[in-house]
C-alpha cells in the first residue's frame, strides 16, 4: 500500500518552521523587554565588583594579622590564588542564581502580567517560552561574565593562565545542567505560585555544599556526600582547574563527562516537569488562576 510521504514530510517541515517562528517571536520579546530597564544593563557591571568583596575581605579578617590563616586555605584548596579562587566561586553562584529569577520565574510572571493564558492558546510549542527567554537570559550571561572576568583582573588582580578554548567548553558543558535545572524550577514555580521560598532554597543549597568560597574538604563528610550530586560542584571545580590552575584537556576530561550526565538528566527532568505541568494545567485550569 502506498503512503502520502510527502504531505507528512511537508507538515513537518512547516510546523518545525512555524515553532521557529514562535521562538524567534518570544526571543523578540524578552530581548524588548530586557532592553527597556536600563537599570538591568547597569547591574551586570557592579555585582561582580559588589559580591565577591564581602567574602574576599571576610578571608583577609580570617587569616589573622599575620596571614597564617591562608596557608591552611591554600593547602586544601591547591592553589595560592585564593582572590581568584573565591570570585570562580561566585560567579558560578551568580549565574545560578540569575537564572533561577529569570528563567525560573518567567512563565510565573507572563502570567501575573495576563499573556499566559493567551500564549498557551496559540497553535505552537509551548516548551517555547521557556526556551526563548532563556536563550535571551544566556546572552545576558555572556556578557556578564565577560564584563566580570575583565572587572577581576581589573579591580582584584586576578590573573586567568588556562586555555581559552578549554574555559569556553566548561561553559558549554555547564550550560544544560544550569539551564535544565532552570526549566524544572519554572514548572514548579507555575504550579505553586511562590518562586522566592524555592530560589532561596536552591541557592542556599548551592552555597553551602558547592564551595563558592571553600574547598569542600573542609566539610563533614556528609556534606561531602551531598556535594558529589549537585552539578555546581563540577561546574565550579571545573572552572578552577581550567582558569587557575592550567589543567589540560586530559585532566578536565572526566569534570566535562560528569557534566554532560548531569546536563543530560536535568534537561530531561525540566521537559518532563514542564509536561507534567501542561497537562495538569488542562485538567484544572490552573493558568488563570493568580
Do not use: K
Not at 587569616?63 to 570562580?88: C, E, H, K, W
Request: with cysteine; glycine share 8%; aromatic share 16%.
Amino acid at each position: 500500500m502506498a503512503t502520502a510521504t510527502f504531505p507528512d514530510t511537508f507538515q513537518r517541515r512547516h510546523g518545525l518552521t512555524a515553532e521557529l517562528h514562535a521562538l524567534r517571536a518570544v526571543v523578540r520579546r524578552e530581548w524588548t523587554i530586557f532592553r527597556r530597564y536600563p537599570s538591568w544593563v547597569i547591574a551586570l557591571f557592579i555585582w561582580p565588583i559588589i559580591f565577591p568583596m564581602a567574602y574576599i575581605l571576610s578571608s583577609q579578617a580570617l587569616a589573622g594579622p599575620n596571614s597564617g590563616g591562608l596557608l591552611i586555605f591554600q593547602r586544601n584548596a591547591g592553589t595560592t590564588d585564593v582572590v581568584g579562587y573565591i570570585v570562580i566561586g561566585t560567579i558560578i553562584w551568580m549565574w545560578q542564581n540569575i537564572v533561577l529569577w529569570n528563567v525560573g520565574f518567567s512563565l510565573r510572571e507572563e502570567q501575573m502580567r495576563g499573556t499566559l493564558e493567551s500564549s498557551w492558546l496559540s497553535p505552537s510549542w509551548r516548551f517555547s517560552l521557556l526556551l526563548g527567554s532563556s536563550v535571551v537570559q544566556m546572552v545576558v550571561m555572556l556578557i556578564f561574565i565577560g564584563v566580570s572576568l575583565i572587572e577581576f583582573t581589573v579591580f582584584y588582580g586576578v590573573r586567568f593562565n588556562g586555555d581559552p578554548l578549554l574555559v569556553v567548553l566548561m561553559f558549554l558543558v555547564s550550560i544544560p545542567s544550569i539551564y535544565g535545572l532552570g526549566f524544572a524550577f519554572a514548572s514548579i514555580v507555575i504550579t505553586a505560585r511562590e518562586a522566592n521560598a524555592f530560589v532561596f532554597l536552591v541557592r542556599g543549597q548551592v552555597m553551602i555544599f558547592c564551595g563558592i568560597t571553600y574547598p569542600i574538604a573542609v566539610l563533614p563528610g556528609w556534606m561531602q556526600s551531598v556535594a558529589q550530586f549537585l552539578p555546581q560542584t563540577y561546574i565550579i571545580y571545573g572552572f578552577r582547574e581550567a582558569m587557575l590552575n592550567g589543567a589540560d584537556f586530559q585532566a578536565l576530561l572526566p569534570v566535562y563527562q560528569i557534566l554532560l550526565v548531569f546536563g543530560a538528566f536535568w534537561l530531561a527532568a525540566g521537559f518532563a516537569l514542564f509536561r507534567r505541568m501542561e497537562h495538569r494545567a488542562r485538567q484544572t485550569g490552573a493558568l488563570g488562576q493568580y
